[in-house]
Structures are given as C-alpha cells and as structure tokens.
C-alpha cells in the first residue's frame, strides 16, 4: 500500500485519483484478505465523484489495490451500474426482464423514449437523463419497474411518467 499523499495519475490521459478517494480505496481494501474484493467499491467510489469510470481511472484503482488494471477492467466491464462513459445527472433504468416484458415493458419503454427523445444509451441533450436497459432490478412483483438514480418503482405506466420524471432535475 502507498504511503505517499500524492495523487495518483494513470498512463498519460490526465486522470488523477482525487486524494481523498484513494483513502476510501485503500481503507476499503484493509477489510478484505485478497485486494480484488475491494475493487467494486473502488469502482463505486471513483463514479461517485466522476458520474463514471473513466479509462484512467482503471490505472489509478490498480495501482491503489495493488492488482492488475485488467482485474479492475473485467469488473468494471462486467458490473452494469458501473458506468465505463459519461452519463446524465440522472441514470434510469427500465427493467427488461420476462417478467417485466410481459406486464408492460414495451409500452412504457417507448412512452419514456418519446417523452425524453433517446432512446437505450443515450443522454438528453441537456445532460439530464440517461437511459439504459436492465435485465432485472428485483421487483418482479411490482413488474413493469424502472430505476432512476437509486430509486425503484414499480408497477409504472406510461401515464406516470410525467410526473415522476419532474422529482429529477
């Protein structure tokens, strides 16, 4: 583990590790035996500062824990709410599973495409939503569900939209 309070830069692409995030990197790490197990949380911690995860941030989490940046890259590829490209303020996520698809999913993915203008991987203009795919976000019961930010809801229609979007500014 690195003594030295500088910040870490990667491989020529100008991404510095901000000092207090590799504290929280290495903190994390000193509550695992193997310094992968620390990796998604690294990850975490850098998209929570960044909005994502950018390439010279792999480098920089490597080297913090110790381990290979293809380690880090597999999990960071891997995981799908770590995002690997910029994302709007706000990230939703309408579930795709069968479930889902079955009660749902295909009206309200379009009403939410047409009211917002893009479509799956893609950012509004104003930088203000992105939306994804997900293939399950564990809320079967309440199918169609879709997630903003860390918000789930369930049982959504198109009708909804409007006013659940304006919670998101």
């Known amino acids: 583990m690195r003594e030295n309070l500088e910040p870490l830069a990667s491989d020529g692409d100008g991404f510095v590790l901000d000092p ?21 949380e690294a990850l ?14 792999i480098v920089a989490i490597a080297e913090t824990l110790g381990i290979g940046p293809a380690s880090v890259e597999g999990v960071a590829t891997f995981y799908s709410l770590i995002f690997r490209q910029p994302v709007g303020r706000h990230v939703i996520l309408i579930c795709d599973s069968s479930v889902c ?7 309200l993915h379009a009403a939410l495409a047409g009211q917002l203008g893009i479509d799956f991987g893609q950012t509004t203009d104003d930088g203000r939503f992105t939306l994804l795919p997900a293939c399950c976000l564990g809320a079967c019961d309440g199918a169609p569900a879709l997630m903003i930010d860390d918000d789930t ?13 304006e919670a998101y500014p």
Do not use: N, S
């Not at 994390?28 to 998604?40: D, F, K, M």
């Not at 998209?47 to 950018?54: D, I, N, T």
């Not at 698809?101 to 009206?107: D, I, N, R, S, V």
């Not at 049982?155 to 006013?163: N, R």
């Open 44 to 57: 975490k911690i850098v998209q929570r500062r960044h909005g994502w995860v950018p390439d010279g941030a």
């Open 20 to 40: 207090q995030d590799r504290r929280a990197i290495e903190q994390e790490r000193r509550h695992y035996e193997q310094p992968q197990a620390a990796c998604i």
């Open 153 to 165: 809801y369930a049982t959504v229609a198109a009708e909804d939209l409007a006013t659940l979007l």
């Open 101 to 107: 698809f079955l009660t749902g999913f295909e009206p």
